[in-house]
Every structure is written in structure tokens, then in C-alpha cells.
């Protein structure tokens, strides 16, 4: 898809973090404090990126996980900003997401995702 057909299916704060690789202000998203059952899907594309039972309350201002869905992501090293940091970009589609840090829960993988909530949709559990 090309980047006027992404600004068509796109909001433009979707473009802006998806495209252009932007960050949402921190405590501003809808899923930084929800913790409701289900998963958590590629805003962009569909792309089933978290399960619910992995997020937890980190703290940071971003909905955090400490992993994602096998094969549904992709890493980058990313050396913007003067740090060393690993970009998390969707496997379908190549959106940026966020940034993945070690400093998760230590009981579990040690990993925080830091997710944009702009870049998600949460898809509820059917029960």
C-alpha cells in the first residue's frame, strides 16, 4: 500500500505514529490503563500482535506487554534520539508500534513492550 492510500484508511494521528514513526503523549492513550480480555491487533492492518494476559501496568504512560504473538512482529535497532533502542514494527504491514525495553517484570520475560495505543485496536474476548 502506498503511503496515499495509508492516509486514506488512516486518522492522521494513526499516519503520523503508523507511517512516520510518531509517539502519542504519554498517558494519553485509550489502552494505557484498560485491561479488559481479548487481544490487541495492528490498527493498520488487522494483525494479531498482543493477547491481554500479557499486559501489565508498568507505569511508563504507554499500554505495556512482555511479549508479543510469535512471528507478528518485527525488531529494528533504532539509534535516534541519542539511545540505542529496539523498534517494534507489525509483520503485516511494517507500522511502527513502539519500542521494546528490558526492563519488563522479572518473574515473566524481563520485556517491555511500550505500545502506542494509537497504533493498536483491542478486539474483545467472545465469551
Not at 493477547?51 to 501489565?56: A, L, Q, V
Not at 529496539?86 to 508500534?97: D, I, K, N, Q, R
Request: glycine residues 12%; proline residues 4%.
Amino acid at each position: 500500500m502506498n503511503n496515499q492510500n495509508w492516509k486514506e484508511k488512516l486518522t492522521p494521528e494513526q499516519y503520523h505514529i503508523l507511517r512516520e514513526k510518531g509517539t502519542e503523549r504519554p498517558f494519553s492513550g485509550k489502552y494505557n490503563d484498560f485491561f479488559e480480555e481479548g487481544y490487541y491487533a495492528c490498527a493498520a492492518c488487522g494483525n494479531p500482535l498482543f493477547r491481554s494476559d500479557t499486559k501489565f501496568n508498568s507505569g511508563c504512560g504507554w499500554p505495556s506487554f512482555d511479549q508479543a504473538i510469535e512471528g507478528s512482529v518485527v525488531y529494528h535497532r533504532d539509534l535516534s534520539y541519542g539511545m540505542i533502542r529496539t523498534e517494534v514494527t507489525c509483520a503485516g504491514c511494517g507500522g511502527h508500534l513502539g519500542h521494546v525495553f528490558d526492563d519488563g517484570p522479572k518473574d515473566t520475560t524481563g520485556q517491555r513492550y511500550c505500545m502506542n495505543s494509537v497504533a493498536l485496536t483491542f478486539i474483545e474476548k467472545i465469551r
